[in-house]
């Protein structure tokens, strides 16, 4: 593996329309951080990038909704975003924000550079336009009925009950989601970035020349090269963004998509005059820090974006991590179903470093993991201060006791001494191996072995009964108790740098790079020591009880809104209503659609016949669940292929206050083809 003499860290930018969550934090902040720091211990040269990502529709959405300008929206969530990852002690070298001088500037250059190399493709297209509010509508914001499942309020590009990936003008009926008017179709031109062209170079520069990246990067890079890219329009009609910067684009920004990453550039422009040393030399190593839903943007379409412009260094490494989920639930910015960081800043005062421990502890780096309230009380009480903190305040206070706070000397050592002092060097080398590979939650298992190596040594030599009877021997598991404590001091800083920081203090000890990790020196014989305090205290019942209720009230809030009828929709004439033939189905058979998440297979007993049906409730219904459900279905909706099957008919059902799907079923079993009038 090259040697580079610096690296570029670069984290995801988080969205300027609301606070950061422990999603937020454990998909990129927090493993960003400790790698940061890792490096920094080591001696290397490392800048860590931030920033707030502040152009989009959504922002303009929420300044029309609260009845202020966009740039108020910004100001308001970078300044929330920014306070609690500073209290947090995320080590940022710089954090910007793309709304800045210097962005809109670096943006406008990267896009006039690739515009002049003519490395864009200028399409002209009917898109929706909404007439009162004089704007075109992205497709996330038209919303009608799906033309292949014929579900209400699909969007303009996916339908989320059947999982269609659509166009807007597909929709039946469609409707801007702004104004609730029928948009207009209305011609506008856009520059495209042509990723296309660069599918062969990206095949050949990930597929075979990065197969060390994490297995869910690479499988989702694979799965979209397999399956062909296409030109991606890197501006949009709207006057919340970059401008573009050409003559006949006025009224035009820069896609967000586009401009976001740039800011890791502009950023760095701000933080120092030598940026380039960061961005163009090939003895850098630039490493993006991202949540999955980003690794498309920065695995092919930012390295395409700096393939074309030609002068910059391409990422050696992506180390996304999957979803975190909250209490068995997806977190949800829209249903407040989160835990906000600025709000436990001052709910856990002192406890920035739990919430660190627990998130690396429990991190979804292969797969998407489950925050509860319970298993964080537990990974405090039983780990943090039942392991970590009681070494160290045992280790103390008995140096207190037995010595008056003096380091003892070191006496012969035995074969227990040396092989647990070895052990040290060995947990190092495990560390050192697992940051290096992005394993953060192996490492952190590691540097937690210290702990229990230190906890186990001294209930095996228990010097509280050998003081009696040989106290020189004391004095050497004292020193060697206490050389474990100093050694935790390094190798726990980054992972706990607040509390390593406060048990440096217990120590009168000056914070220590890595190379001095696995010395058995690091306080000298004399040396004095404070007494201590305590490094972690137990969290009560009580306080996760308040935790667990508030996200209970929650829910209960979302269920309640949830809860209100929609109004009834249009009358009908008894003619249209009899064009439906419903029957009672009786489900013979379901597995799931391959390379979906939402569709189940049926296979389903009509009276009829028997025929094969896709409906999109693989997310509230198992295959093996629901075999012998009776159902209501619609026999006489023209049949559809969904991903290759031939879907004919449709499965009613009803939708619960929080959104889950549910059958609409007889409550006494029936003969199948029984008609529902």
């Known amino acids: 593996?090259?040697?580079?003499?610096?690296?570029?860290?670069?984290?995801?930018?988080?969205?300027?329309?609301?606070?950061?969550?422990?999603?937020?934090?454990?998909g990129v902040y927090v493993p960003a951080d400790i790698y940061a720091r890792y490096l920094r211990l080591r001696g290397r040269e490392v800048v860590m990038i931030g920033g707030s990502d502040e152009h989009g529709v959504p922002i303009t959405l929420k300044a029309k909704k609260e009845g202020v300008t966009p740039q108020d929206i910004v100001d308001k969530y970078h300044g929330i975003i920014k306070d609690a990852f500073g209290r947090f002690g995320i080590s940022f070298d710089v954090y910007s924000r793309t709304s800045s001088k210097t962005h809109f500037e670096t943006a406008s250059e990267f896009f006039k550079t690739l515009y002049d190399k003519g490395e864009f493709v200028e399409k002209s297209s009917q898109q929706f336009y909404d007439e009162e509010n004089n704007q075109f509508l992205a497709d996330r914001y038209i919303t009608g009925t799906c033309p292949h499942c014929k579900s209400e309020g699909a969007y303009g590009d996916q339908c989320e009950a059947c999982g269609t990936s659509l166009n807007a003008t597909d929709l039946i009926n469609p409707k801007s989601a702004i104004s609730g008017n029928v948009p207009v179709l209305k011609e506008t031109k856009h520059w495209y970035l042509p990723l296309d062209k660069y599918e062969p170079w990206l095949k050949e520069w990930i597929l075979e020349g990065h197969k060390e990246w994490k297995s869910n990067v690479y499988g989702q890079c694979k799965s979209w090269l397999d399956s062909g890219l296409h030109p991606r329009a890197v501006t949009r009609d709207l006057n919340w963004g970059v401008p573009v910067p050409v003559e006949e684009a006025e009224g035009k920004v820069l896609y967000v998509w586009f401009d976001a990453p740039i800011g890791y550039i502009s950023a760095t422009k701000e933080m120092t005059p030598d940026w380039e040393k960061y961005w163009k030399d090939e003895d850098t190593k630039m490493v993006h820090f991202i949540g999955k839903d980003n690794i498309v943007f920065h695995c092919i379409i930012f390295p395409s974006m700096l393939k074309a412009e030609g002068s910059y260094i391409l990422p050696e490494n992506v180390p996304s991590n999957e979803f975190l989920n909250l209490e068995g639930d997806k977190?949800?910015?829209?249903?407040?179903?989160?835990?906000?960081?600025?709000?436990?800043?001052?709910?856990?005062?002192?406890?920035?470093?739990?919430?660190?421990?627990?998130?690396?502890?429990?991190?979804?780096?292969?797969?998407?993991?489950?925050?509860?309230?319970?298993?964080?009380?537990?990974?405090?009480?039983?780990?943090?201060?039942?392991?970590?903190?009681?070494?160290?305040?045992?280790?103390?206070?008995?140096?207190?006791?037995?010595?008056?706070?003096?380091?003892?000397?070191?006496?012969?050592?035995?074969?227990?001494?040396k092989e647990t002092l070895a052990e040290i060097a060995r947990l190092k080398a495990e560390v050192e191996k697992s940051l290096e590979n992005y394993r953060f939650r192996e490492a952190l298992k590691f540097a937690m072995d210290l702990g229990r190596l230190g906890n186990k040594y001294l209930a095996d030599e228990e010097p509280w009964k050998v003081v009696k009877t040989d106290p020189t021997r004391v004095e050497t598991i004292m020193n060697i108790c206490l050389q474990i404590t100093a050694n935790l001091t390094i190798m726990m800083e980054p992972f706990l740098p607040f509390t390593m920081d406060k048990l440096r203090g217990f120590l009168n000890l000056e914070k220590l790079d890595w190379e001095r990790l696995g010395d058995t020196a690091l306080l000298a014989a004399g040396h004095e020591v404070k007494k201590p305090e305590l490094l972690f205290e137990k969290i009560e019942d009580s306080v996760i009880e308040a935790q667990v209720q508030k996200l209970l009230d929650t829910k209960k809030a979302n269920e309640m809104e949830a809860a209100v009828v929609a109004p009834a929709k249009e009358n009908i004439e008894f003619d249209d209503f009899t064009k439906m033939d419903i029957r009672v189905g009786t489900i013979i058979a379901a597995e799931k659609v391959a390379k979906t998440k939402k569709l189940l297979k049926l296979e389903v007993d009509t009276g009829i016949d028997k025929r094969t049906v896709v409906s999109?409730?693989?997310?509230?219904?198992?295959?093996?669940?629901?075999?012998?459900?009776?159902?209501?279905?619609?026999?006489?909706?023209?049949?559809?292929?969904?991903?290759?099957?031939?879907?004919?008919?449709?499965?009613?059902?009803?939708e619960d206050a929080d959104g889950a799907l549910r059958f609409v079923s007889p409550t006494d079993a029936v003969k199948p083809g029984s008609e529902i009038r």
């Open 1 to 26: 593996m090259k040697d580079y003499k610096r690296t570029l860290i670069t984290t995801a930018l988080p969205y300027a329309n609301g606070p950061v969550h422990i999603g937020h934090l454990a």
């Open 616 to 654: 999109g409730i693989a997310e509230y219904y198992k295959p093996e669940d629901i075999i012998g459900k009776q159902v209501s279905i619609l026999v006489n909706l023209a049949p559809k292929k969904l991903r290759g099957i031939e879907s004919q008919g449709m499965i009613l059902m009803a």
């Open 331 to 417: 977190i949800s910015t829209s249903r407040n179903w989160a835990v906000w960081l600025h709000e436990y800043l001052d709910e856990f005062p002192g406890k920035e470093d739990v919430l660190k421990y627990v998130l690396t502890a429990n991190a979804p780096e292969t797969k998407d993991n489950d925050f509860t309230w319970k298993d964080f009380q537990a990974r405090n009480n039983n780990e943090l201060v039942a392991v970590l903190g009681n070494f160290v305040n045992r280790a103390l206070v008995l140096t207190n006791k037995y010595y008056k706070g003096v380091v003892p000397a070191l006496g012969e050592l035995t074969d227990v001494d």
